[in-house]
């Protein structure tokens, strides 16, 4: 018998303190289509600061969800790159969308009373931003960028900073996110992590990291979290 989508590829989730009453949620991949516009941004901040040439794109997408600042780091580009990229973000913020589902997910969560933060690789400032724009930010009871805490992903302290502001414990909570680095950063923080597919990245690289739980839609995030009574 086929195991049901949400599942798939999943390690079998350790016995839990109780149901899901938070989720933290990545926000590039997940939550917004963001992808192309990072695409142009970061091509746009490669020319004026490294000159002409094919931007490393693709190398740079495999370190999504790391702070900017890291990745420069890790592919020893300059971070002077990160000014013109933040600017081109900003310019075209008006051009990424939620993913399909995700606003009726938020919605639908928001009404069980579950609990939602946002732990981000974007700067907090930015990632606030795009979400006010998209008109979901008040879904979030706090949303949280790698600018905002100490060591950023794939360090836990990004989702034990949003478990402390939502004033919930790891054994009740759940990461949601695209790469490797969200469920680092989970696992470490002792939250259930789940992976995401829908951002079309590379899947069996993300499985192979063992998440707790897969899901193949957003909405597919509601059968883990009952109403909150």
């Known amino acids: 018998m086929s195991q049901p989508p949400s599942t798939v590829g999943a390690a079998v989730l350790a016995p839990r303190p109780g149901p899901i009453r938070a989720v933290v949620f990545d926000l590039d991949g997940v939550v917004v289509d963001s992808s192309a516009v990072m695409r142009e941004a970061f091509s746009v901040a490669y020319a004026e600061v490294v000159g002409a040439g094919p931007a490393p ?4 997408n495999k370190h999504m969800g790391r702070y900017f600042p890291d990745i420069m ?5 300059p971070l002077e790159m990160e000014a013109p990229f933040v600017r081109e973000s900003y310019r075209l913020a008006h051009r990424v969308p939620l993913f399909p589902g995700v606003r009726d997910t938020l919605e639908a969560l928001h009404e069980r ?8 690789g974007k700067s907090g400032p930015r990632a606030r ?6 008109g979901v930010l008040g879904l979030f009871d706090h949303v949280i960028g790698s600018d905002e805490v100490s060591r950023p992903k794939p360090a836990p302290d990004i989702v ?15 990461m949601v996110g695209d790469a490797i680095t969200d469920l680092t950063s989970g696992r470490d923080a002792g939250v259930t992590t789940v992976a995401t597919t829908w951002h079309g ?29």
């Open 160 to 174: 034990l900073r949003a478990l402390e502001l939502l004033d919930m414990p790891p054994g009740v909570a759940m």
């Open 129 to 134: 931003s795009l979400l006010d724009l998209l």
């Open 201 to 229: 990245g590379d899947v069996t690289a993300l499985l192979a990291a063992g998440p707790d739980l897969v899901a193949h839609k957003p909405e597919e995030l509601l059968t883990h979290c009952p109403a909150v009574l």
């Open 57 to 60: 794109f693709e190398e740079y």
């Open 113 to 120: 009373g579950v609990r939602m933060a946002v732990a981000t």
């Open 73 to 77: 780091r890790l592919m020893g580009l």
